[in-house]
């Protein structure tokens, strides 16, 4: 739509529209008026006015309900008529030393005025549709170089020429700042690695892909023949399978209450440096392929309780103990060899989606979608990421 500027509208008016007479509705943070499509509409007119004034991207994305095909996203598109400065977006700019990078609003005077209410300093603001969680507006996002100096200019959160662990370590910056910047992709020269450290401990914050399977393959292939070979045949490969199915739970209970403890962590630098360590890193930089796996050092670290809990849970038989926790870390190998794939490789279809699936964690929402080698406990949770399907702009 060149050329036609649109009002930022506060959300209290959205919502007092919210009749047959004036009917609208909201998809995040746009607004639009389908007063004219109330009578149109397949499913009833009753259907769009019991969500009249409210936001109506679940309900159109139910496919239970009502699939909604590209075609009633372009009419939708035809009625846009402004935006809304919702509260999620609008503390995100507060925090923000640079909020058109967070609020996705048209460059006006309504809208300006609306985020200046809020104590936000306004300039040019973007007009394309952004994720609200990571700023993204696709997968290939990832892959564009930052420009670091403009990057550190424009953010003041970390200075991606320097180590970054310093910098996290003594920063003053609040657990919600910290937050929003993790999950903005960044994009280090060419997929290179960002200085962590900047020390003799740099090398042990890399790990090539191959490090894995070279390293723990063997002793898992081992064990594996040694609690197999002393168990009865109908025993043994059950134990194994058990040990690789607890690990696709593992991998989920890790990823989700471990990795993004992000709004349960204690609002100091050393907690924040920890997770940043942790997981942080990786979404701030998903594209590092030397900081894709886990270092020897961490796999050690937490492989450890889960050896002696094996054993514990088994202790009738060390053996049967030895042979559930080899499937378990052949699953972790498999794991951390699919995340580097998937960020790194073309693969087959099946794959493809999983691939798919983990990227938009990234840049769509990466507080859903937890599941890497699969979506099972995804669904079993509840945490399903269903895409995003962006509304057309001509």
């Known amino acids: 739509m060149p050329g036609r500027t649109l009002p930022t509208i506060p959300q209290a008016e959205v919502e007092s529209h919210n009749t047959k007479e004036s009917c609208w509705v909201t998809i995040g943070e746009r607004i639009f008026d389908v007063t004219d499509f109330v009578e149109d509409h397949p499913g009833g007119g009753e259907l769009i ?13 139910d496919e239970v309900s009502h699939f909604h095909t590209e075609t009633a996203y372009e009419i939708l598109e035809e009625s846009l008529i402004g935006f809304m400065p919702t509260e999620p977006v609008l503390k995100a700019a507060t925090a923000s030393s640079h909020p058109e990078q967070v609020v996705p609003l048209p460059a006006t005077a309504n809208g300006n005025a609306e985020l200046r209410k809020q104590g936000v300093q306004t300039g040019d603001l973007p007009t394309r549709p952004l994720f609200e969680s990571t700023g993204m507006s696709s997968a290939e996002d990832l892959s564009k170089d930052t420009d670091l100096d403009q990057d550190w200019k424009t953010h003041k959160f970390l200075d991606l020429n320097r180590p970054l662990f310093p910098q996290m370590l003594f920063s003053k910056f609040s657990k919600d700042f910290y937050l929003e ?10 997929g290179d690695s960002a200085p962590l450290f900047g ?23 081992y064990g594996s023949y040694l609690g197999m070979s002393h168990l009865p045949v109908s ?4 134990y194994w399978f058990l040990g690789l199915f607890l690990w696709t ?29 942790l997981h942080g ?5 998903p594209m590092d392929k030397y900081r894709l796996v886990m270092p020897p050092t961490l796999f050690l670290i937490l492989a450890t309780p889960f050896y002696h809990l094996a054993h514990t849970v088994f202790w009738y038989n060390w053996y049967a103990a030895i042979t559930v926790f080899s499937g378990g870390i052949f699953g972790y190998i498999c794991y951390d060899c699919t995340h580097y794939w998937l960020h790194h490789h073309q693969l087959p279809s099946y794959v493809r989606e999983l691939k798919k699936y983990h990227l938009a964690h990234h840049y769509q929402n990466f507080e859903l979608g937890f599941g890497v080698t699969s979506k099972f406990w995804d669904y079993v949770w509840g945490t399903q990421l269903e895409y995003t399907k962006p509304i057309k702009t001509t």
């Open 199 to 221: 020390n003799f401990l740099e090398p042990l914050s890399k790990t090539a892909w191959y490090v894995v399977p070279s390293l723990w393959l063997p002793p898992v292939l």
């Open 49 to 61: 006015l019991e969500y009249a004034g409210k936001d109506v991207k679940n309900i159109m994305e």
């Open 181 to 190: 910047q993790i999950h903005r992709p960044r994009h280090y020269r060419g």
């Open 249 to 277: 739970l593992v991998e989920y209970l890790l990823h989700r209450f471990v990795f993004h403890l992000d709004y349960y962590l204690p609002d100091h630098p050393v907690f924040l440096t920890l997770h940043f360590v």
């Open 235 to 238: 025993q043994g490969p059950a």
């Open 281 to 285: 890193i990786h979404h701030y930089l």
